[in-house]
């Protein structure tokens, strides 16, 4: 009569025998986008077997276990969907599907600690009328099919923008961003050495542009913008003085306290 301990043990060795037969009879299949280039991408490629259904997932530079056979697999990308026909899947090997013919975008941010909090990233088309193509966050790749873009971070203190960004097949385009230190503006507006901060409004443009950046209602006229250079506009609603004013070229450091005085007389 054979003991509860040896069945126990035969058991065990029959089970292990079926887990590892069925390890042999799979396979693996690894999907390559330009290598460290693409890998990590967050754009997953699907896997369809043979009878149409959908075996499973794999993201560039990773893997995926099989059982053998022939399959397609999809991978899409912003402006389309690369495909590979009859990709085969041997038991015990690795198939690898090399991609070369896609461009990755990626947008990074570090704060001072070294972390990218995950700004909201928006990339749109560089012709008009600028068609939104993706969103994602930043610290994310993606695969795009080759096309200029515009893109857009929703970083503070007032977002940040790249226009015409080239993205060119077997390149990454990888776009930085450190922590910017805001600078203050204060903006007084006087008349006849007494201020006029409740009667007036103030636009700030880029320099030498009409791209307005912020604005101020009646009252005191405070910013908090990135460094660069700035034009200053106002409009004089006290029906005394000069009806408007412009300053140009305010130039405003990284962390600096600039105030700037507006005669209206």
């Excluded at 042999?24 to 490629?45: C, I, P, Q, R, Y």
């Excluded at 090399?98 to 704060?111: C, G, H, K, P, Q």
């Excluded at 204060?186 to 009409?210: F, N, P, W």
Aim: hydrophobic residues 40%.
């Amino acid at each position: 009569m054979v003991g509860y301990g040896k069945i126990v043990a035969i058991f065990v060795f029959l089970v292990a025998c079926a887990v590892a037969a069925a390890a042999a009879e799979t396979g693996s299949l690894k999907l390559d986008v330009m290598g460290e280039l693409g890998a990590g991408a967050a754009n997953a490629a699907r896997v369809i077997d043979g009878g149409g259904r959908e075996a499973g997932q794999v993201r560039p530079g990773s893997s995926i276990e099989l059982r053998p056979g022939d399959y397609r697999l999809e991978l899409p990308i912003v402006g389309g969907t690369i495909r590979r026909e009859s990709v085969h899947v041997s038991p015990g090997r690795t198939t690898t599907v090399t991609i070369t013919n896609v461009a990755v975008l990626e947008v990074s941010f570090r704060d001072r600690t070294g972390k990218d909090p995950g700004f909201a990233v928006t990339v749109s088309s560089s012709d008009p009328p600028h068609q939104k193509m993706a969103s994602f966050v930043s610290g994310e790749k993606y695969l795009f099919a080759p096309m200029q873009v515009n893109v857009h971070v929703d970083a503070p203190p007032q977002g940040y923008d790249w226009t015409a960004i080239g993205l060119v097949p077997g390149q990454r385009a990888r776009l930085n961003l450190g922590e910017v230190v805001p600078a203050s503006l204060e903006v007084q507006t006087m008349l006849h050495g007494r201020s006029i901060d409740e009667a007036t409004r103030v636009l700030v443009m880029r320099a030498g542009t009409q791209s307005r950046v912020a604005e101020s209602a009646p009252g005191p006229h405070r910013f908090k913008l990135d460094p660069g250079d700035y034009d200053v506009y106002v409009e004089n609603g006290s029906g005394r003085g000069r009806a408007t004013a412009s300053v140009s070229g305010i130039h405003l450091e990284g962390g600096a306290a600039v105030e700037k005085t507006i005669p209206m007389d």
